[in-house]
């Protein structure tokens, strides 16, 4: 009994402590010398310019205390600058809350960043809502951060942080990304682009939610993370590669959606039936593999091939109540 009461006490970590951050050892970045820089400065030139040409107003510039980029701090109309064209779609609703509660601050203190886009547009890759709600308002001008690095603009899904992004906010940004990469960088590969992509399968869902905005991605993004990977070919090819995929998905869709239906005519009424259904036809879900694994489990074309082999051949008499309560409890995973 004695040693059962040490065991209980040796130490060890606790299943709900939660993880302390722990400060970098060694300090890194500019110091304050360092980081201001007056107008007038050759790295602000072309920006001063940028803004004034535009109808704004140019504050002051920096260097950013991380990478050491200059930037400018400015205004700008709101006539002036638009989202990168392959932001997700804009949310009325919250762009009507945020416009209330900067009137009710009285401020409007989150800067917009601003580069430099297509046609010597002005873009912001993560301004959407607060330029919107910025013309609700009916400002003149909108307060920016205007930086000469306009790779920025495909770095949406890290800087867009106004409103959480769902799975299909994320995969329609990134098929747009894509889209607009390929008319700019013809020889660009879906590989280069990866860290701004962030994930393969949401290219593949990207051209789903275009055909069909309610699509149950969802449902199949268990399937995509362990097959999708980034292609080597151009992204103009690869693109027409991934709508082939996508059709074939639609179809497999089209197949889940009869089985659900026979389903539900037999009984078998739960949230869970779609889940159930994908998770039975889906034929990578018993093989164990490591987050971010660069090999997939099985090659994307031959998973669908027998993802839809299976669903066309599903036994609707082998499902029982017992299995959907054990997908239920398994869905918050």
């Not at 004034?52 to 709101?78: F, K, M, N, Q």
């Not at 399937?223 to 074939?248: I, N, P």
């Not at 026979?262 to 994908?278: D, I, Q």
């Not at 669908?304 to 299976?310: E, F, G, N, P, Q």
Request: hydrophobic share 45%; glycine share 8%; proline share 5%.
């Amino acid at each position: 009994m004695a040693k059962a009461k040490a065991k209980a006490k040796s130490p060890g970590k606790k299943p709900n402590a939660r993880r302390r951050l722990k400060p970098a050892a060694r300090a890194r970045g500019l110091g304050a010398a360092e980081i201001a820089l007056p107008r007038e400065h050759a790295d602000l030139a072309g920006l001063v310019q940028l803004v004034e040409s535009a109808g704004g107003a140019a504050i002051g510039g920096y260097r950013d205390p991380l990478g050491g980029r200059a930037l400018l701090l400015a205004t700008v109309p709101i006539t002036a600058v638009q989202p990168t064209p392959f932001q997700r779609d804009l949310s009325p609703t919250h762009t009507k809350r945020l416009a209330e509660k900067v009137d009710q601050a009285g401020a409007f203190l989150d800067p917009i960043i601003v580069v430099r886009g297509q046609d010597g547009l002005l873009w912001t890759p993560n301004g959407r809502h607060r330029l919107a709600a910025a013309k609700v308002l009916g400002l003149k001008q909108i307060t920016a951060l205007i930086c000469p690095d306009e790779s920025l603009a495909f770095r949406i899904l890290a800087l867009n942080t106004e409103k959480a992004h769902n799975l299909k906010d994320r995969s329609l940004e990134v098929i747009r990304m894509a889209r607009n990469l390929a008319k700019r960088e013809r020889g660009a590969t879906e590989k280069q682009y990866a860290d701004q992509f962030e994930a393969a399968e949401l290219l593949t869902l990207g051209i789903l939610y275009e055909d069909n905005p309610r699509f149950a991605g969802g449902a199949y993004s268990s399937l995509l993370r362990k097959v999708d990977r980034f292609s080597d070919r151009t992204l103009a090819v690869s693109l027409r590669e991934r709508e082939g995929y996508a059709a074939r998905l639609a179809t497999i869709d089209a197949e889940v959606k009869r089985i659900i239906a026979a389903l539900t005519a037999r009984g078998f009424k739960s949230p869970y039936l779609r889940n159930y259904v994908v998770a039975r036809i889906n034929p990578v879900r018993f093989i164990k593999q490591a987050s971010g694994a660069a090999k997939p489990a099985m090659p994307i074309g031959q998973a669908l091939t027998r993802m839809i082999a299976a669903a066309k051949g599903f036994k609707l008499e082998s499902v029982s109540n017992a299995d959907l309560a054990w997908v239920a409890v398994g869905a918050g995973d």
